[in-house]
Each structure stands twice: as C-alpha cells, then as structure tokens.
C-alpha cells in the first residue's frame, strides 16, 4: 500500500497483463547480466543498451496496463440490462 496525502492506494494491474510485464522486465535482467558478463568485449554495450530499452519497455507496461479504482460520479446512474447476473 502507498499512502498518498493521507490515502492508501494499491496499484492494480490489469486482469492476465502480469506476464506481459514480468516477461518484459526478466528480459531486461537477462540482458543487463548478459552485459555484466561481457563487460570487456566490443559487442557489450550492445546488450546494456537493449537491457535499458527493454527496462524502459517494462515500465511503459507497468503505466499501461494500470488498473485504477473507478468510482461512479455524481449523477451518474448506471441500469442493468436484463441479462446481467445477479450481484
């Protein structure tokens, strides 16, 4: 939980996105590795700089597929249909 002015808040992530994101994100440790490693070879800046564009990536989907808490305004009134189930 983050408390923000007072209010708790948890970040929500989108139904069947995690994979999305944790594939993303062990890619860029792989490749972050992969540079560590490599340290001292020619071709190493390569693998540090696609680890720092897929870590970029990551945090995109992290942003993207958010799911925030939706409260209905003010006004608003919502009708179910007929074939909507039962609560």
Do not use: C, Q
């Not at 993303?24 to 190493?44: K, M, P, R, T, W």
């Not at 693998?47 to 305004?73: A, C, H, Q």
């Amino acid at each position: 939980m983050v408390n923000i002015f007072g209010e708790k808040n948890k970040m929500k992530i989108a139904k069947g996105s995690k994979w999305w994101i944790l594939i993303s994100f062990f890619a860029a440790v792989v490749l972050l590795i992969l540079y560590l490693l490599l340290i001292n070879e020619e071709f190493a800046l390569i693998f540090l700089f696609f680890s720092v564009l897929v870590f970029l990536k990551t945090g995109f989907f992290l942003i993207f597929f958010r799911d925030p808490e939706r409260k209905i305004g003010h006004g608003i009134a919502a009708v179910k249909n007929k074939g909507d189930k039962k609560n």
